[in-house]
């Protein structure tokens, strides 16, 4: 079982910054994993925010390209997400997740994985707010 503790969350300012951390651990079987930060909003579904394949392939969507950096350290099996830029509607408890894509898997393959998230359990999360 992967376990996966996030942290960095907070209070900040619309137009601030936060930068989140994601520590995994456990039976990961591929080494390394593709990964996912996904974020909940009240009342709403969970949503891929960034993901990275395994061989460092970043992806975005509409509300983070440009303004959320989404990068790891392998050695130390943690992936960290960097926002800049943050509003309002960035506010959410945001989670990590990791995957074993298939040997032959695309990068779109691999990205449609990270968008499904069918995981089998989740962290915690990290509860970020941001006012105005």
């Known amino acids: 079982q992967v376990e996966l503790v996030e942290s960095g969350g907070g209070l900040v300012q619309a137009g601030g910054s936060l930068r989140l951390s994601c520590a995994v651990s456990g039976d990961i079987r591929c080494v390394p994993p593709a990964m996912g930060w996904y974020r909940q909003a009240p009342g709403k579904e969970r949503e891929l925010v960034a993901g990275i394949t395994p061989g460092g392939t970043t992806k975005y969507t509409t509300s983070s390209k440009g303004r959320f950096t989404i990068s790891r350290h392998i050695g130390k099996n943690t992936l960290y997400l960097q926002m800049n830029s943050l509003g309002p509607a960035d506010t959410a408890v945001y989670y990590c997740?990791?995957?074993?894509?298939?040997?032959?898997?695309?990068?779109?393959?691999?990205?449609?994985?990270?968008?499904?998230?069918?995981?089998?359990?989740w962290g915690q999360g990290t509860q970020v707010t941001v006012f105005s």
């Open positions: 997740n990791a995957l074993c894509p298939p040997d032959s898997a695309t990068y779109y393959v691999t990205s449609k994985l990270l968008e499904e998230a069918k995981f089998d359990s």
